[in-house]
């Protein structure tokens, strides 16, 4: 089955322009269909107009309403026939109805090894900062299924990067996240390639 792909990021998306560039260039199968994004102003939104996919902002600003947010992040999954939706820094907690919807069918990338450093909270350098004052040798990069548990769902694959000791927390996400490129689209190959039966 083809994997149609839809992008829900909320700042640079550069996890997205990785997977975007692998369907580019045939390291993977799987088409990008949509980009949604919370922020207006993402280079999410900028990389999604540059590539000609086709985009969304979708936020509390354009639907006050969550249930009516919900819906709407819905319907433009659906409107482009998306069967694997792919969280690339969203800072926002899915609707209830879109988790049920695509369920089982939405990956989230996590810079730690969960479930450590992962909840409510845990987010963006706040995860590399915690890592580094409890003095890990090993952080890493989570793949996980969402669920209505944040940072809960199963884990279908994970990479370990070291710490050095003379890290800070700008350094460690900087190894963090070129690891994190690197595992989105090998995880998205081996769905592809049925290794990983979602
Ligand atoms: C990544 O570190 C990802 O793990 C986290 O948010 C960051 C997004 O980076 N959830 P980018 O927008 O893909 O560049």
């Known amino acids: 089955m083809e994997l149609r792909l839809g992008f829900l990021a909320s ?7 990785a ?3 692998a369907c580019r260039n045939k390291t993977l199968k799987s088409k990008p269909c949509v980009v949604i994004s919370n922020n207006s102003k993402s280079g999410a939104i900028d990389r999604a107009k540059k590539e000609n996919i086709p985009f969304y902002h979708l936020s509390s600003s354009t639907h006050p309403s969550e249930e009516e947010l919900d819906k709407a992040i819905i319907d433009s999954l659906k409107l482009h026939n998306v069967n694997l939706v792919i969280l690339a820094g969203y800072m926002k907690k899915l609707g209830t109805r879109t988790i049920k919807e695509f369920n089982n069918r939405i990956l989230n990338i996590h ?13 963006g350098i706040l995860v590399h900062e915690a890592v580094i004052k409890a003095k890990e040798k090993k952080s890493g990069v989570t793949i996980h299924i969402v669920n209505s548990e944040y940072d809960r769902g199963p884990i279908i694959n994970q990479t370990e990067v070291p710490v050095y000791e003379n890290d800070t927390a700008e350094t460690l996400a900087q190894r963090v996240l070129k690891a994190e490129h690197k595992i989105y689209v090998e995880t998205i190959k081996m769905i592809e390639e049925g290794k990983i039966r979602l």
Request: zero cysteines.
């Open 111 to 123: 810079p730690a090894l969960l479930p450590k450093y992962g909840g409510e909270g845990m987010y």
């Open 19 to 21: 997977i975007i560039d």
């Open 11 to 17: 700042h640079n998306g550069s996890n997205m322009q």
